[in-house]
């Protein structure tokens, strides 16, 4: 493959991962209610992907606690079954194509 060719192919992958990441985004609320599933509100995606919850407690990212995919446009009352309820804050991450395009910590009461 030309340099040419792989700088094209790099500049296409940018380009959509900065389009992506525009058009996806979570609802405004702030906070979830303790459950073994977590409801968020709205869920907005460029293109079909997957919301990953991880514990939060620290700020980062921490133990994946759960997953549920999401398509393109917006998803309403998108519920993710985290096993057990969180003993701390989480971080929801919305995926495309494997690049994170949206974040939210969620305080959890």
Not at 4 to 24: E, G, N, R
Not at 75 to 102: E, F
């Amino acid at each position: 493959m030309s340099i040419k060719m792989i700088a094209l192919a790099a500049a296409t992958v940018a380009a959509t991962a900065s389009a992506a990441s525009a058009d996806s985004y979570f609802g405004f609320e702030d906070r979830l209610e303790n459950s073994s599933t977590l409801e968020l509100s709205t869920v907005r995606a460029a293109a079909d992907g997957v919301v990953e919850i991880y514990d939060g407690r620290f700020g980062d990212l921490g133990a994946l606690l759960g997953t549920q995919e999401v398509a393109a446009g917006a998803n309403k009352d998108v519920r993710v079954n985290v096993g057990h309820g969180p003993d701390a804050d989480v971080i929801a991450v919305l995926k495309i194509d494997g690049q994170i395009v949206a974040q939210q910590e969620y305080e959890v009461n």
